[in-house]
């Protein structure tokens, strides 16, 4: 596995909703097979993706890192995926889900552990950030472990559900698990024992 780092800066959309195509490297001359190798491409997620998702979920859900997902609720949620992918290789995924008219979740995102540390992670939440920007969304929420990854992304710790009396009521209706452990309704709360709330304000 290559260990080049991911520079921000590198990293651009395509004008295909900023999903697409987004690259690690420096972009000038012709690249070698080395520098193709080593570009991070940050793309929509595909059905042939879920796969790869599950397998990255399945890393860390044992410890409870990452809340679980079936398989069958990936594909027909792999519209709201991102993937960062190298030398042909999905190395890390997450996901951004509209739960109301200015505000969504970023959720299942997941790197692959040995490349840890290169700012993969850090990439696929901006992309999630801009997407969320893009659709009009003003709060983005995040059920985590991981505090100090999402404070240095603008996030900060809550308590409670942060949407009033009526929009509670109204997100009741939904069949999404994450839904439901967003409301932390009592079904669902030993699935995000131990995770932090938390918020960031676009
Ligand atoms: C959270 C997670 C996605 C971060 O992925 P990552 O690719 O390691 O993230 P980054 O490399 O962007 O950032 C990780 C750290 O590496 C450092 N880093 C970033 N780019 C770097 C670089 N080029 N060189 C060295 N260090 C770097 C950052 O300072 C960052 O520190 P922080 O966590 O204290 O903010 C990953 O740890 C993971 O998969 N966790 C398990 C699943 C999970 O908890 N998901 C969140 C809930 S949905």
Not at 2 to 22: A, M
Not at 44 to 72: F, H, N, Q
């Amino acid at each position: 596995m290559s260990t080049t780092g991911v520079s921000g800066s590198g990293v651009s959309g395509s004008g295909t909703g900023g999903f697409d195509n987004g690259r690690a490297g420096t972009g000038v001359g012709a690249a070698s097979p080395a520098d193709v190798e080593a570009r991070l491409v940050v793309r929509r997620g595909r059905t042939s993706d879920v796969r790869r998702i599950r397998e990255l979920i399945d890393t860390y859900a044992p410890e409870r890192r990452l809340l679980s997902k079936a398989t069958v609720t990936l594909y027909e949620s792999v519209q709201e995926f991102i993937v960062a992918e190298r030398g042909g290789e999905v190395i890390g995924c997450g996901g951004l889900h509209v739960m109301w008219e200015d505000l969504a979740e970023v959720r299942t995102l997941a790197v692959e552990p040995s490349v840890h540390g290169q700012g993969i992670g850090g990439v696929l939440l901006d992309r999630l950030i801009e997407r969320a920007t893009r659709i009009g969304v003003k709060r983005v929420f995040c059920l985590t472990f991981e505090t100090a990854f999402f404070t240095r992304h603008g996030f900060h710790e809550i308590e409670g559900t942060p949407v009033d009396h009526d929009v509670f009521a109204q997100l009741l209706q939904s069949y999404d698990e994450g839904v439901a452990e967003f409301l932390e309704l009592e079904r669902v709360k030993p699935n995000t024992l131990g995770n932090h709330r938390m918020l960031r304000v676009l």
